[in-house]
């Protein structure tokens, strides 16, 4: 069973950054996908970014130029880095992971069996 733990969220004025942490635990090899997704008040859930073991990434339509996904193979840790966080970043930031997956398929549209415990993100002016 894999397991998720997310840190890092807390809030911020509009213009700043965060980053967030997924340690992973569980995997029985070295083939995974890892993604953020969140879900802002009154909002579907919507992906930010995924990415492989490889270290091939993909992003959302929207979520381009201001967020970063990174992965740490060894510590099998995903991060998000955020910048010029505005308002409408406010959210539940979610790491999800999975196992099943086909090549090139490791995106934010993937099917996501393993999810984090949510980690709130808070934006400010």
């Known amino acids: 069973q894999v397991q998720l733990l997310e840190s890092g969220g807390g809030s911020v004025q509009a213009g700043g950054s965060l980053r967030l942490s997924c340690v992973a635990s569980g995997y029985k090899n070295n083939h995974y996908c890892m993604a953020w997704f969140r879900q802002a008040p009154g909002k579907e859930r919507e992906g930010v970014a995924a990415?492989?073991?490889?270290?091939?990434?993909s992003y959302a339509d929207s979520m381009t130029g201001r967020f970063t996904v990174s992965l740490d193979n060894a510590k099998t840790t995903l991060y998000l880095q955020m910048d010029s966080l505005q308002l409408e970043d406010t959210a539940i930031y979610y790491c999800?992971?999975?196992?099943?997956?086909?090549?090139?398929?490791?995106?934010?549209?993937?099917?996501?069996?393993?999810w984090g415990q949510g980690s709130q993100v808070t934006v400010s002016s």
């Open positions: 990415i492989d073991n490889n270290g091939r990434a």
């Open positions: 999800a992971a999975t196992t099943m997956y086909g090549p090139g398929f490791c995106t934010p549209r993937a099917d996501f069996g393993f």
